[in-house]
């Protein structure tokens, strides 16, 4: 009856150690999994945050661009008008060189017809009696019909003279005309090129004060950017420290399992039949395993002969599977994990597994982006590389 009552106690006992553990490792998944669930808003918040400093930094480098190309505009309507400001400077000069010329045209036509008036009195002096005396002074005919002959020639070349000059004087004045109307247009063309440029220099400092607000917004981006990755360190720490929680409580029940009667051989052989490349590998990053991205389905095999000791599912692993496979001849013992399944393991605990079985399927649960399995090896209970003892 002793022997029954000790018995009983001891079931009870250990029956409770199990409760006690499970509901702390329960605990553990709980913390995890909150963690989990505010490290990945924690991530989407940063990723939003980088999207919109890329998003305001491409804007930023648009207007900028604009606003270089606009500044090379203005230059370029700076040397036109400067170009023109010359050419009427230039056409100004020519107006007041043709303006002098039309002046001293004037005087030599005023001077010419005060000549005429002259001789125009002299010869109505002429006519009122002087010409007579002249013509009766002729001792013949000759000299009186030469007499006449001249005085119709000047009246006649005066007429010429001034008649050119007043043909030269119009055309004078029309030159200066159409220099003056060049000029007009000359001084059109220069007010429509400062119009331009005082349009693109509006247009420049609106894109420079949109080029400053996209430099608030990346400011803005960087500072929430900046205070999310703190957090996200801080609650990476926690999440940290309660992987480290619950992989002690694995490291427990690898322990609790004790060592299966297998001799490991080291003969160990890749997971997969096939996979398409390695991604992340053990260290990079404090990566605990190594991922071998592959098609979605694919057959799990275990690495070696050995015993399933957990099958379950984890917020990080998803499904998973580990399988103790016993110890070497120096007595070092050897367990695999296989995660990120795409359903519930095909093995349950304490099934004896070799190489040719299937554990599982390539899936993408538990914190995974996109089909992979995540390999882990643990040699006494430590992590290590399994590309160090698997090959692939």
Request: net charge negative.
């Amino acid at each position: 009856m002793l022997l029954g009552t000790m018995m009983i106690a001891a079931v009870v006992g250990t029956s409770a150690t199990d409760v006690a553990a499970a509901s702390t490792e329960q605990e553990l998944r709980d913390q995890i999994a909150e963690y989990q669930q505010q490290l990945d808003e924690i991530n989407q918040q940063i990723a939003d945050a980088q999207e919109d400093k890329a998003g305001a930094e491409s804007t930023k480098q648009l207007l900028e661009q604009q606003a270089q190309t606009i500044r090379n505009q203005i230059s370029l309507l700076t040397t036109q008008i400067s170009d023109t400001q010359s050419l009427i400077s230039s056409k100004q000069e020519e107006i007041d060189q043709k303006q002098a010329d039309i002046d001293q045209k004037q005087e030599d036509i005023d001077q010419r017809w005060e000549d005429f008036k002259l001789r125009m009195k002299a010869m109505q002096q002429l006519n009122d009696g002087g010409s007579i005396t002249l013509l009766s002074s002729a001792t013949n005919l000759y000299e009186l019909l030469s007499f006449q002959q001249t005085l119709t020639d000047i009246y006649q070349k005066d007429e010429e003279v001034l008649s050119e000059m007043n043909a030269e004087y119009e055309e004078l004045n029309a030159q200066k005309q159409e220099l003056e109307e060049d000029k007009t247009e000359l001084q059109s063309q220069m007010d429509a090129l400062a119009s331009q440029s005082s349009q693109l220099e509006s247009k420049q400092d609106e894109l420079i004060a949109s080029a400053q607000q996209q430099n608030e917004a990346i400011s803005e981006a960087e500072a929430l950017e900046n205070s999310l990755t703190e957090e996200q360190k801080e609650l990476q720490k926690q999440y940290n420290l309660a992987m480290q929680q619950l992989d002690s409580l694995l490291a427990q029940a690898v322990d609790n399992a004790g060592t299966p009667p297998i001799v490991c051989s080291l003969n160990f052989s890749c997971p997969l039949d096939s996979y398409k490349y390695l991604t992340t590998r053990f260290g990079e990053d404090g990566h605990t395993g190594t991922d071998f991205a592959a098609y979605g389905g694919t057959p799990i095999h275990p690495i070696a002969e050995g015993v399933v000791i957990t099958a379950t599912w984890h917020d990080s692993y998803g499904y998973y599977v580990m399988v103790n496979h016993g110890a070497d001849e120096n007595g070092n013992t050897y367990v695999s994990l296989y995660a990120h399944m795409q359903s519930p393991a095909s093995v349950s605990v304490g099934q004896t597994v070799g190489k040719g079985d299937t554990l599982g399927y390539v899936g993408n649960t538990g914190y995974s982006f996109g089909n992979h399995l995540h390999l882990e090896l643990r040699v006494n209970n430590v992590r290590v590389n399994p590309l160090s003892y698997v090959p692939y």
